[in-house]
């Protein structure tokens, strides 16, 4: 039976780590790959670096899609940001066994339920919680 490799990762839930910037990982990890021909590809860490984005099955053993929102709170705690369309967003996490690593991205459906988990780059969340411009005014560029 074939599996998607992207979606058989888990999340770790530990929080102390520091996040790593999409620019360092873009630098790094081809140097990594190529210095060590032995370890065996982190294909978390190549999904992430190619797309900004990796989906995970679930975070730790009891947030998966399905998951309500009040057991989502209950298991992480409180998201470190709250997107307008409902999406929760918590930075500092992990994908077990891999170098893995940026902010969960938890959206939910109409019925309050997980439809969706996703690990993404610092550089992706800082995008998704960026404010839009003010309807009308689009800034294309400064004068100098």
């Known amino acids: 039976m074939k599996t998607n490799l992207a979606s058989a990762f888990t999340l770790s839930l530990s929080n102390g780590l520091r996040t790593v910037a999409i620019v360092a990982s873009l630098l790094v990890l081809p140097a990594f790959a190529s210095a060590n021909n032995t370890a065996p590809a982190d294909r978390a860490a190549e999904l992430l670096a190619l797309s900004g984005s990796v989906p995970v099955k679930n975070a730790g053993p009891y947030v998966e899609t399905g998951t309500f929102r009040i057991q989502v709170a209950t298991t992480l705690g409180r998201p470190g940001a709250v997107l307008a369309d409902g999406t929760w967003l918590y930075p500092n996490r992990e994908i077990a066994d891999t170098d893995v690593k940026g902010t969960l991205v938890v959206k939910f459906d109409a019925k309050g339920q997980v439809s969706n988990l996703s690990l ?25």
């Open 120 to 144: 993404v780059t610092p550089a992706v969340a800082t995008a998704m919680t960026a404010p839009l411009p003010a309807a009308g005014k689009i800034l294309v560029a400064n004068r100098q």
